[in-house]
Every structure is written in structure tokens, then in C-alpha cells.
């Protein structure tokens, strides 16, 4: 099986020409609050590959809305049929996962018709992302199988002296692992980074730099367009249980009070009517 070959460029490569031998990239549109210095300037070329994807580097010290906002207004009208949130903070915090999943849900809600992605590192998403699932958010429990995993993980030898890197492994023919040290920790991925710093393919992809992030989709060209044509199924909305509690609350407590009014007033009657029964015994022997 022959996976397709893809690229990640940002504005540590410089500038960017379209050379004809990548079946997608992606590209950083911002960082934080924060556009990327070459978003605008490497579009028109990242445009003419059909296959496309926004990526936004999440910043867990920033408000998450602002951060989805900024992706979705600089990826509106562009093309772009995948938007990727890069979680690479190593940061060992519940809030900062429950922000992430937010920020990634609240992006799938609002581009239903992308495929949403997530993309970091296996230590990271053991060590900040898996420990917080089941957590309770606005977009219902954290479940990060809601977005497509792409994986960066490199097998590479580098050199001490130069800073150059080898390609250990094929990623035509091999997986990378989604376990450490044995023990797994995640069970599938979409995309997978295999090689970055130090690999000298820059000019081979048409990027101003010496070195670029390579990737691969795990699947044929068929494959990857079968998917991007694929229905997105976004997880229901959470019920919210504090007002349904509430709401049936309220609905008891008017049938009781209801019931109580109906017991006054059946008892106002009765004790009515037992009084004018007793006035008549009494004054009956005086009318005789």
C-alpha cells in the first residue's frame, strides 16, 4: 500500500512554491492570538494543492474561544477541508486539556463540513491529554476519538556535529509505534509526522528553507479523498442536567402545590358543611 506523501510548512520555511510532488499539505495560520508571519504570503501557492489543511498552534495560556475563532476566520473562504489544533505545551494541567477539547469541538461544531484534527506528540498525549478523558466540559465529556490523531514521531539518528538527521525507517512500509516502552498508548492515527529538523528536504518540496516537516496519511490517495468526502458525525450536544433537574423540580413542586389547593379547598368545604350541620342539631330543638 502506498501512503500519501504530504507536508507541513509554518513561517520557519520561509517561502513556499508548489513544485507538483505533494498530495496535501498544511499550513500554520497561527500561533496563540497570533497570525504566522507567512500565512498570507505562502497561500496563493498552498492553494493550488487541492488537498489542504489549517493548522493553529494552541497556547493553553490563552483563551480557547479567541484561539478557535482566530483559525476559523483565517481558514474561512480558502479551501482549507482540515483544520488541525497542534498541541505541543507540555503543560500537566486538567484546564489546559479542557480548553484543548473545546477548542477542538468548538471548531468541529462550526465546520462541520472539515475534518477535524489533533496533532502532538506520544509522551504528550499520555502525559497531558489521556489523563483528563471522561472530564465533563460544555462539549460533554472529553473524548479525543471525537477528531483524527496525527502523530508526530520521528526515527531518526542524528549526527552531534552537523545536526543532520537519517531516516531510520521507511514510512511506506512501517507504522509508527502508539506505545512507549511497550505499553500502549493510543490505538490508531490519520497522519503521521516522520521527519523534520536536520533532514535537508527543503528545496526538494519547494520551501525556502533547509529543512521541512514531512508526513504521510495512513492510506492511498483513494483513501485520503474517501475520507475528506466523508460524512463528519459530530457527537450529539451534552445534556444539560442542572436545568433538566431543575425543570422537573419545578414541575413537582406545581403538582404538589396544586394538590394542596385542591385539599384546602375540598377540606374549607367539608368543614363547611360539617359546621352548618352542627348548627342545625343545635338550634333544631328550639324550632320545634
Known amino acids: 500500500m ?6 507541513f510548512i509554518s513561517e520557519y520555511q520561509g517561502s513556499f512554491t508548489n513544485l507538483g510532488n505533494l498530495d496535501y499539505i498544511f499550513q500554520r495560520a497561527s500561533d496563540g492570538l497570533v497570525t504566522d508571519d507567512k500565512f498570507y504570503d505562502m497561500l496563493p501557492q498552498v492553494k493550488t494543492i487541492e488537498r489542504r489543511g489549517a493548522v493553529h498552534n494552541f497556547r493553553p495560556e490563552k483563551d480557547w474561544k479567541q484561539q ?11 479551501g482549507f477541508k482540515i483544520l488541525c489544533g497542534d498541541y505541543e505545551s507540555g503543560i500537566l494541567d486538567r484546564q489546559a486539556a479542557i480548553d484543548f477539547f473545546c477548542f477542538l469541538s468548538y471548531i468541529q461544531q462550526e465546520r462541520p463540513d472539515a475534518k477535524i484534527l489533533f496533532y502532538t506528540g ?5 502525559d497531558c491529554l489521556i489523563p483528563y478523558e ?3 466540559t460544555p462539549f460533554g465529556p472529553i473524548d479525543w476519538h471525537n477528531f483524527d490523531f496525527w502523530l508526530a514521531r520521528y526515527y531518526v539518528s542524528t549526527d552531534p556535529a552537523t545536526k543532520l538527521t537519517t531516516l531510520l525507517i521507511d514510512p511506506q512500509t512501517k507504522v509508527p509505534g502508539l506505545d512507549i516502552g511497550g505499553v500502549p498508548v493510543w490505538d490508531q492515527w490519520t497522519f503521521w509526522q516522520y521527519w523534520a529538523d536536520g533532514n535537508q528536504q527543503g528545496a526538494k518540496y519547494g520551501c525556502g ?3 521541512t516537516n514531512l508526513d ?3 492510506g492511498t490517495l483513494a ?3 474517501e475520507w475528506l468526502a466523508s460524512e463528519v458525525v459530530i457527537p450529539p450536544p451534552p445534556v444539560n442536567c442542572e436545568a433538566a433537574i431543575a425543570l422537573a423540580v419545578a ?12 385539599m384546602k379547598t375540598k377540606h374549607a368545604a367539608e368543614l363547611i358543611k360539617a359546621n352548618n350541620t352542627a348548627l342545625q342539631n343545635l338550634i333544631k330543638p328550639y324550632l320545634l
Open 223 to 225: 483513501e485520503l479523498d
Open 134 to 136: 471522561g472530564i465533563e
Open 68 to 78: 478557535a475563532d482566530k483559525l476559523l476566520g483565517l481558514s474561512s473562504g480558502h
Open 251 to 262: 414541575e413537582v413542586s406545581l403538582r404538589y402545590e396544586t394538590q394542596i389547593e385542591e
Open 216 to 218: 504521510v496519511f495512513n
Open 2 to 7: 502506498a501512503r500519501e506523501n504530504g507536508m
Open 209 to 211: 528553507s533547509r529543512d
Open 122 to 126: 506520544i509522551y504528550k498525549l499520555r
